[in-house]
């Protein structure tokens, strides 16, 4: 019986065996990865990655979807995880000593940016990540500054991470088509990012980017003054748009280290995610 795509788990199934093939090239799995794939859905990835790895783990929200991956794959070599993957604790994933965390997957555009927040977290356990997203998300979470598409995504992203666009897919890879291209993104977490505690960056970048027509000395009102700016190397008249990441993680240092409940931690994620989705 044929599975149909729901909207509210943002369904759209890759079934281009060529842009398969094209995956597999880029992720490179090898037998003794660690991998785990989030939205296996009907298994078109999955059945590629066993081709190289041993095991597979793999996160699926969708029970009927779950039920057709218990039916049609060794649970020896495949372990499912019924579960959401925004809610899903991938530091707990098996994996052997001296290995990270490989994770790949077809992300559901409805929760990218939340999920990809929530993937940050575990940044230092992860080797890379291979998604399928949204192309004008990759094309945000890559932007240089002073591009258009720069904001709240391309710098608590580029802060964890070095990012590529890989290559562009086709809305008819998909089942059903999706109405907008997407692409392929890599994404190698920073061995030593640049130190800043990452609540206080979350919130002078939400700040930052909450009027982007605005000069980043109107933005950051109450929050920083001109002389704070300029102390880092801003030039209070720019827009957000215009400031690199380094003086963004400047201006987070200067705010005092606070001691913050794991709700509200989790509150500013979550107002960020949202800023994010909504294009605000």
């Not at 929200?61 to 070599?77: I, N, Q, T, Y």
């Not at 530091?91 to 939340?114: E, F, H, T, W």
């Not at 720019?238 to 400031?243: D, G, N, S, T």
Request: some cysteine.
């Amino acid at each position: 019986m044929k599975h149909i795509a729901r909207k509210r788990f943002g369904q759209n199934f890759l079934t281009d065996h060529t842009v398969l093939y094209d995956i597999m090239r880029v992720v490179a799995p090898e037998a003794h990865d660690a991998m785990v794939e989030i939205g296996p859905g009907l298994g078109a990835m999955t059945k590629m990655l066993l081709q190289s790895v041993s095991h597979l783990h793999v996160v699926e929200l969708d029970r009927d979807l779950v039920k057709r991956l218990h039916a049609g794959f060794d649970p020896a070599r495949l372990t499912i995880h019924s579960a959401d993957a925004l809610q899903f604790d991938f530091a707990g994933v098996p994996v052997p000593p001296g290995q990270k965390l490989r994770v790949v997957g077809n992300l559901p555009y409805n929760i990218s940016s939340p999920l990809l927040f929530h993937l940050a977290e575990i940044a230092p356990l992860v080797a890379d990540q291979h998604f399928m997203l949204q192309k004008e998300v990759v094309e945000r979470m890559v932007a240089a500054p002073g591009s258009k598409t720069y904001g709240r995504l391309s710098v608590m992203l580029q802060w964890r991470y070095t990012m590529q666009l890989m290559f562009i897919v086709p809305p008819t890879a998909f089942d059903p088509p999706p109405r907008v291209e997407s692409a392929i993104v890599r994404m190698v977490p920073i061995a030593q990012p640049l130190a800043c505690d990452a609540l206080a960056l979350q919130q002078v970048v939400l700040k930052a980017f909450s009027q982007r027509r605005k000069v980043i000395r109107n933005c950051l009102a109450g929050m920083f003054t001109e002389d704070d700016l300029r102390e880092v190397g801003i030039d209070p008249q720019l827009r957000p748009e215009a400031i690199a990441l380094a003086q963004f993680v400047a201006l987070a240092n200067r705010l005092p280290v606070q001691a913050v409940s794991e709700p509200d931690r989790q509150a500013t994620v979550r107002a960020l995610a949202a800023a994010e989705d909504a294009g605000e």
